[in-house]
């Protein structure tokens, strides 16, 4: 399933920059960044579940939030791209 995650971290503190970053990489862990703070994950819902803990216990539920929006497994007529930034297929190639 395409699971895309959104997040907005409360950095004006140094504790919010250092959650930003851990929320950041631990979205990386699990798919690709589309924009700031936007991630597109295709992820079983077993990974989903222990990506969902991670993030929720490095988040602090008063300043911050997540959003998780689950476009299924039929994503591709749910997802349109248009301008700058090449899309990507997250089902494709992963060149390293």
Same mark, same amino acid.
């Given at each position: 399933?395409?699971?895309?995650?959104?997040?907005?971290?409360?950095?004006?503190?140094? %504790?919010?920059?250092?959650? *930003?970053?851990?929320?950041?990489?631990?979205?990386? /862990?699990? &798919?690709?960044?589309? @924009? +700031?703070? #936007?991630?597109?994950?295709?992820?079983?819902?077993?990974?989903?579940?222990?990506?969902?803990?991670?993030? %929720?216990?490095?988040?602090? *539920?008063?300043?911050?939030?997540?959003?998780?929006? /689950?476009? &299924?497994?039929?994503? @591709? +007529?749910? #997802?349109?791209?248009?301008?700058?930034?090449?899309?990507?297929?997250?089902?494709?190639?992963?060149?390293?």
């Amino acid at each position: 399933m395409l699971m895309l995650i959104t997040y907005d971290v409360n950095t004006e503190t140094s %504790e919010g920059k250092k959650r *930003l970053r851990k929320i950041a990489k631990e979205c990386q /862990n699990y &798919g690709q960044r589309v @924009q +700031n703070s #936007v991630f597109e994950c295709l992820i079983d819902p077993t990974q989903f579940a222990k990506l969902k803990y991670k993030l %929720e216990s490095i988040m602090d *539920l008063q300043t911050d939030s997540i959003r998780y929006y /689950n476009l &299924g497994s039929n994503w @591709q +007529n749910r #997802v349109e791209h248009i301008g700058a930034k090449e899309s990507y297929n997250p089902e494709g190639f992963l060149f390293v």
